[in-house]
């Protein structure tokens, strides 16, 4: 398996990102929650997207879902970073 692509919040648009899951890559996102450090795994199977966050598991049918997830969450370029 390829090396995970690990970015800080913001570091990459949401285009690199979703090229670098449909492409098979595992990307970690390095993120604080609740005054913690935490690692994001988000990946792609071919059919779901998935997000493993330190709360949860959650999964998204589109490609659509999964940026609106992206950027919701601030993960990517652009976004407004939220708790939760």
Do not use: I
């Amino acid at each position: 398996m390829a090396e995970p692509l690990v970015v800080t919040p913001g570091e990459v648009s949401p285009e690199e990102m979703l090229d670098a899951l449909n492409d098979g890559q595992r990307v970690v996102v390095n993120t604080e929650f609740l005054g913690s450090e935490h690692e994001v795994t988000l990946r792609w199977d071919g059919e779901t997207y998935y997000c493993d966050t330190p709360t949860r598991l959650h999964k998204h049918e589109t490609e659509a879902e999964m940026r609106a997830c992206l950027e919701r969450q601030g993960y990517v370029e652009g976004a407004a970073e939220q708790d939760g």
